[in-house]
Each structure stands twice: as C-alpha cells, then as structure tokens.
C-alpha cells in the first residue's frame, strides 16, 4: 500500500473508532450488565454507565486503526478489479483478516472493560492487574476465539467503497441486522469473559458456554441485550464508516496537494 494511503487509513480508522466507542458508551455498558450472569440489577443496573472507559479509551484507537490498516492493506494485495464477481468476496477476506489482527488488540481491552462494567466499584487499573496477577497474559485472551468469531461474521457486512454518506446509511441497516444475529456470540463472550478464573465457562468453550446459557435462561438468554447491542451498532456503523471515509477522503487530498 502507498504511504498516504496507508497512513490515511490509520489515522481515519483510529479517530472513527474512538468517536463511535466513546460516544456510545453507556448502551454497551447496559448490554454487558444484561448479559452478565448475575443480573442487570446486580452489574449495576443504569448506574456508573462510564465505568471501564478508559480501558476503551486507551484501546480504541489502535484497535480501529489495526483493522483498516490491514483491511486495507489485503485488498491492495488481492488488487481485485472493481467490475469482478470476486469484489464481494475480496472484502469479506479482507475484513476477516482485519478482525483477527484487531482482536489482538482489542479482547485484553475488551475483557478489562467488561469487568469494570459490571463491578463500578473496582477501577481499571485495578483490574488489569488482577488479571495479570491471578491469570497472567492469557487472562487478557480470554473469550479472543469467541470475539473473532463474532467479529470476523459481523465484519463480512463492511464496505466502504461508495460516498461517505451512503457508507454510513448502509452501516446503520447492515449493522443492525448483523448485530442481531451475532447476539448469541456475544453473550458467550461476555460470559466467557466475565467468568470466574478456573470454571468451565472461563475455559473459552464457545458452545458450552452457549449451551450455560441456554439450559439456564432459554432463548431469552440468548438474545439478552440484543436491543442495546442492535442501536450501538447501527448507530456506530452510521457514524464509524462515515467518520472514516470523510477523514480518510480528506487526508488523500490533503497528501495529493502537498508538494
């Protein structure tokens, strides 16, 4: 890839990231409480909506810039021709590469989150190194098979190549479809994360975790935090992909005029 295009990707893909994971912070942290496995009420309920954002705010940047990067930079390799049939499948290949490279970023930051989100009282710092200390490394991987699985589905639905303003039309539609359906992933993954160091749950078996939930709570299981997660991601897909192109647009022209 060119440098001002790789550049325009990282910076686009970081700030865009950072604006929809801030921005629509609270109605992550309810989803998490609704999925937790001790109740809504007991997570915290609609209190301390902010709890673990600095884990997101430290995270989001790199973690959005990682996967444009290399969304970007596998379908420079592919170089598909945009008349080709092969185009859709250039995307989805590039997207799921780019999950799995931004996972690596993002599943320590999401697990120190999502414990923060569901215990308000206990600050970030604190536990991450909990973590550290009672599980080591592989603590902050916990719930990563699961989280690509999840991502790597949801991403197949990104393409960007249309105006800023369609991206984000489209983001919004596809996005909240695509959230609906991957709830299920979701909730193994919150629960996988959120599990106590040394159960089954925590051992990252996504189909057990499942079958917990469903021998437990059912099809309303399931789907907890489904309506949350489905206005987070379509509300973030419209902003997310818009921001992106605008920036990414704007710093292409920007390198095109400079000398």
Not at 7 to 12: D, E, F, G, M, R
Not at 109 to 126: D, L, P, W
Not at 177 to 202: E, H, Q
Not at 214 to 235: D, H
Request: hydrophobic share 45%; proline share 4%; glycine share 10%.
């Amino acid at each position: 890839m060119d440098r001002p295009g790789f550049t325009a990707s990282l910076v686009a893909g970081g700030v865009a990231g950072v604006s929809v994971d801030l921005i629509l912070f609270p109605l992550d942290t309810i989803k998490t409480r609704l999925q937790s496995p001790q109740g809504f009420y007991k997570a915290g309920g609609f209190c301390g909506v902010y709890a673990g954002v600095p884990s997101t705010a430290i995270g989001s940047f790199p973690n959005a810039a990682a996967f444009f990067v290399t969304y970007e930079y596998v379908k420079w390799i592919l170089h598909t021709d945009s008349s080709s049939y092969f185009m859709p499948v250039t995307h989805m290949l590039a997207a799921s590469v780019g999950e799995v490279v931004a996972c690596l970023i993002r599943v320590p930051s999401e697990v120190v989150k999502q414990r923060a989100q569901v215990s308000a009282s206990s600050g970030t710092f604190h536990i991450f190194s909990n973590i550290l200390c009672q599980e080591g490394i592989q603590g902050l991987y916990r719930g990563y098979k699961s989280t690509v699985l999840r991502e790597a589905l949801w991403s197949w639905r990104q393409d960007h190549v249309v105006d800023s303003w369609q991206s984000a039309v489209c983001g919004a539609f596809a996005g909240g479809f695509a959230a609906a359906v991957t709830t299920p992933l979701d909730v193994a993954k919150t629960r996988i994360m959120l599990a106590k160091a040394g159960s089954s749950t925590a051992s990252g078996n996504i189909l057990s975790a499942l079958h917990a939930v469903w021998r437990t709570q059912g099809l309303s299981g399931l789907f907890a935090g489904v309506f949350p997660r489905m206005a987070a991601i379509s509300l973030g897909g419209f902003i997310f992909l818009g921001v992106y192109d605008q920036i990414r647009s704007f710093l292409l022209e920007l390198g095109r005029e400079s000398p």
